[in-house]
């Protein structure tokens, strides 16, 4: 009996080492391996050659121009050494949608978002696919590389504007049949080519790639590296702010959608386990959130500004220093705040997470106008963002404390003639000017400011008691536009005529919408006249036997519509 129960012990020892231990051992190692070798490369393999041996690229693009288009690839690869990207031509190459293929002096697509940036252009350098033997590329991760350059990561409003909600939007197109999106986000991987530093807001880039962002830093530059799967160029979908590269700074010709900036904002506050939904009970008594500054465009009573808001509102007022604090913190501040104010700056970007009906008070420094200088009026403007936004300003000269002698990077003077140095010291108003280094605008924004009471107390009660900033319906359902009228009908009376129609099918689906019709009536002598009605019928007065109507519906006077339907009157 015992060798036989040794058998029986020995067989099911095996069954449990082959089917339970082994794949419970492989599934161990390869999360160790995802895990600490995010990055590990792989050597050039049959899988990526073309059929004469070396590397084949592709290339799929959609859009005009390069500002506009966004591109996926195959087989893209970088020379570290000389600073360029490689597109390997062979039997299997597709370029499709990119005009008359790779120019060098065309670009091919934008590496960001920024509005006339001209020195962040895609292009590739064409190669023969046998080429590829001798360079012997290694390709990283299997993940798809959406590729890109920071303007400046280390600016609050930049790294949101330009670079986190651009990006968002462009993985929700490429993931536009993938749900959830969360899950489909995180199958991408974020490849940064700017070559600037970690700061201490790289940790929201991870939040898109996986847990690590790959910068051009960390590859070998004599070696070159290879994406199976890559994206290049970055949505514009949600800029509403050019910076002024080629003209003075203000708001961008795009309609930006608040669903857009709602559904990023819910995504980070999801990312970073925050709930709007939870606000009255983590924090039960309203408040105020003061961003402070502290090192430059300072607020030289601090304490008197902060007690005056506390009066005039009768909340409690939380300052908060951004460089001081974790930012997940200063989000979770702001997006449970009654009222977010600040010093014109990176930092107001953070009114993004207000909840709708909140207030923003933004604060300028002496001869700088804030009819100028608006990203974040432009951004509480957009429709259903419902953001009540306010200003004050500096008016008196003898309350600002300047700076002429720091380095001009800084707002210093000592670099300019005297006459420049006049002019700048007298003025009471920065000129429009193109971005990015006027002297004129780094001098006054630098300056330190003692706030006025009295008028920013009038500023604060002004915003905070006047009623919620909730758009009217009709500007939350902008993308809507009704359909044709139906059984649109004339009638011949002794007066004229009676023109009757049965409104669109779809208005029936959004309640409460003031809706236009607008009636075009051309008579016998080609005379064209135009009436602006909200009935669906119109007495038409006329000695004509004959006209011509047209009618059409929207819900806006100014909606334009090619849905006009026509009928003759006889």
Not at 37 to 66: A, D, I
Not at 211 to 220: I, S
Request: hydrophobic share 40%.
């Amino acid at each position: 009996m015992l060798p036989r129960a040794r058998r029986v012990f020995s067989l099911l020892f095996s069954c449990f080492a082959r089917y339970l231990l082994l794949p419970l051992l492989v599934v161990y190692v390869c999360r160790l391996d995802l895990n600490e070798n995010f990055w590990k490369t792989k050597s050039f393999s049959s899988e990526g050659r073309s059929s004469n041996g070396g590397l084949s690229s592709s290339v799929w693009c959609r859009g005009s121009e390069h500002s506009n288009r966004i591109c996926r690839f195959r087989n893209l690869c970088y020379r570290p050494e000389v600073d360029e990207f490689l597109f390997f031509h062979g039997m299997d190459t597709v370029l499709s949608g990119t005009s008359n293929g790779n120019n060098v002096k065309s670009p091919l697509a934008d590496f960001t978002s920024v509005l006339g940036m001209n020195t962040h252009f895609f292009t590739f350098t064409d190669l023969p696919s046998s080429s590829a033997l001798h360079l012997d590329p290694e390709f990283l991760s299997d993940a798809t590389a959406l590729i890109f350059k920071r303007f400046k990561p280390d600016n609050l409003m930049h790294v949101f504007h330009d670079d986190l909600i651009p990006l968002f939007e462009t993985l929700r197109e490429l993931c536009f049949d993938r749900h959830p999106l969360e899950d489909c986000i995180g199958a991408f991987t974020l490849v940064s080519f700017d070559g600037h530093s970690k700061h201490r807001y790289h940790f929201l880039y991870e939040i898109f790639s996986g847990g690590r962002l790959l910068q051009v830093d960390d590859l070998r530059p004599d070696q070159t590296y290879c994406f199976r799967s890559a994206v290049v160029g970055i949505s514009k979908e949600t800029v509403w702010y050019d910076y002024g590269f080629d003209r003075p700074q203000g708001p961008s010709s795009r309609s930006v959608s608040a669903i857009s900036l709602q559904t990023f904002v819910a995504f980070i506050l999801k990312r970073l386990a925050l709930d709007r939904n939870h606000c009255e009970s983590r924090f039960p008594n309203a408040y105020v959130v003061f961003l402070l500054r502290s090192h430059s465009r300072l607020i030289l009573n601090e304490a008197e500004v902060i007690e005056t808001v506390a009066a005039v509102t009768r909340l409690r007022v939380v300052g908060v220093r951004v460089d001081n604090e974790p930012l997940t913190r200063v989000i979770e501040l702001v997006t449970c705040s009654e009222m977010l104010i600040g010093m014109h700056g990176a930092s107001m970007i953070l009114s993004l997470f207000l909840r709708p009906g909140k207030s923003v008070l933004e604060l300028f420094p002496y001869a700088v106008p804030s009819s100028s200088y608006v990203p974040y009026k432009t951004l509480s403007s957009i429709p259903q963002m419902k953001l009540r936004y306010g200003v004050w300003e500096n008016k008196i000269k003898r309350n600002t404390v300047t700076h002429p002698n720091r380095d001009p990077e800084h707002g210093g003077l000592d670099h300019l003639t005297e006459t420049q140095r006049e002019r700048i010291l007298s003025s009471d108003s920065v000129r429009p000017h193109r971005c990015c280094s006027d002297p004129e605008w780094l001098f006054r924004i630098y300056q330190d400011t003692v706030v006025e009471i009295e008028s920013f107390a009038a500023s604060v009660d002004r915003l905070f008691s006047s009623e919620t900033g909730t758009d009217s319906f009709v500007r939350s359902i902008d993308w809507f536009y009704p359909g044709p009228i139906r059984n649109i009908f004339c009638l011949r009376i002794s007066r004229g005529f009676v023109l009757s129609w049965d409104p669109p099918w779809n208005i029936q689906f959004v309640q409460s919408v003031p809706v236009f019709y607008e009636i075009w009536i051309q008579s016998a002598e080609q005379e064209v006249r135009s009436v602006v009605t909200n009935l669906t019928s119109h007495l038409i007065e006329s000695k004509h036997q004959t006209i011509n109507c047209w009618v059409s519906c929207s819900i806006k006077t100014n909606q334009n519509t090619s849905l006009k339907q026509w009928v003759p009157c006889k």
